[in-house]
């Protein structure tokens, strides 16, 4: 099994920034992906990627290219999100999402609000 523990979200006004971090804990194996998928509130669509991360490099949402960086700690197995020019269409439930060997894990989410 595999923990992920979420933090960083809240209410941010458009063109504002924040970081979310993750930080995961139990069973971890090498040559894991760590990243982000988002859900709007209310919204029944699966969770939609953000970010990604893995040994051989990163992967972006067009969205969110330009705006967002990810980052992997690799000793401490967190990952980052920082979030820059904040738009209203970014408010969603964030989830942390650590992805091996074809399983995933996920953290519980956390909310980022940005008022327009």
């Known amino acids: 099994q595999v923990q992920l523990v979420e933090s960083g979200g809240g209410l941010v006004q458009a063109g504002g920034s924040l970081t979310l971090s993750c930080a995961a804990s139990?069973?971890?194996?090498?040559?894991?992906?760590l990243g982000w998928f988002r859900q709007p509130p209310g919204n029944a669509r699966e969770r939609e990627l953000v970010?990604?991360?893995?040994?051989?490099?990163?992967n972006y949402a067009d969205s969110v290219k330009g705006r967002f960086t990810i980052s992997k700690d690799n000793a401490k197995n967190t990952v980052h999100l920082q979030m820059n020019s904040l738009k209203a269409e970014d408010t969603a439930v964030y989830y942390c999402?650590?992805?091996?060997?074809?399983?995933?894990?996920w953290g519980k989410g956390t909310l980022v609000t940005v008022s327009s």
């Open positions: 139990g069973r971890t194996s090498s040559g894991y992906r």
């Open positions: 999402n650590y992805h091996s060997h074809g399983v995933d894990y």
């Open positions: 970010a990604v991360i893995n040994s051989y490099g990163t």
